[in-house]
């Protein structure tokens, strides 16, 4: 494995046959600089593409998470405003790479979660925007925030679902 930015992967020229960038590209500086470095790292021929959360209402555990956020810290960060965050983005940005016979759209699917600590617990990790905004709340903000996505996520008692979104995008160099 190595390591690098999206913007400057540190492969050679035609070394894979798929490059995929999941749930990433809603963090990247510069989206144009993605796709020609997808286009130059995948053979002609091959297939490229990704996908990122709709975090505008379709990714409901987040979409509830920073509508709890909101609601105790009006000036909260939402996800929303994230490259790649609108249905197609990812397909018109492999367009203008150089990629062909483009598709996108939506992959819907559930997520299964043991009870709300299951849940709560991916928060706590730190792991991206809400869990970095999370594990930044004093403790007492916290539990504030736990409560809220608790009622917003319906007061499940036990295992519960969930629906959630992303969307994608695939062209063939």
Not at 140 to 149: D, H, I, V
Request: aromatic share 10%; with cysteine; proline share 6%.
């Amino acid at each position: 494995m190595q390591l690098g930015a999206a913007e400057a992967l540190p492969y050679p020229d035609d070394a894979f046959e798929a490059a995929l960038a999941q749930l990433v590209l809603h963090f990247v500086q510069d989206a144009d600089a993605v796709g020609s470095e997808l286009r130059r790292v995948v053979v002609p021929g091959g297939i490229a593409g990704g996908c990122v959360w709709d975090f505008t209402g379709g990714m409901r555990v987040l979409r509830a998470f920073w509508d709890a956020a909101r609601a105790i810290e009006p000036d909260a960060p939402d996800e929303t405003n994230l490259h790649f965050g609108n249905e197609g983005e990812i397909g018109r940005q492999l367009e203008a790479s150089g990629f062909r016979d483009v598709e996108a759209g939506a992959l819907d699917i559930t997520g299964e979660y043991d009870d709300f600590e299951d849940l709560w617990a991916g928060f706590t990790g730190g792991v991206g925007p809400s869990g970095s905004f999370c594990m930044s709340l004093p403790e007492e903000r916290r539990a504030e925030l736990k409560a809220g996505l608790f009622e917003r996520v319906g007061s499940p008692e036990g295992p519960f679902s969930l629906p959630a979104r992303a969307w994608y995008g695939l062209g063939r160099a």
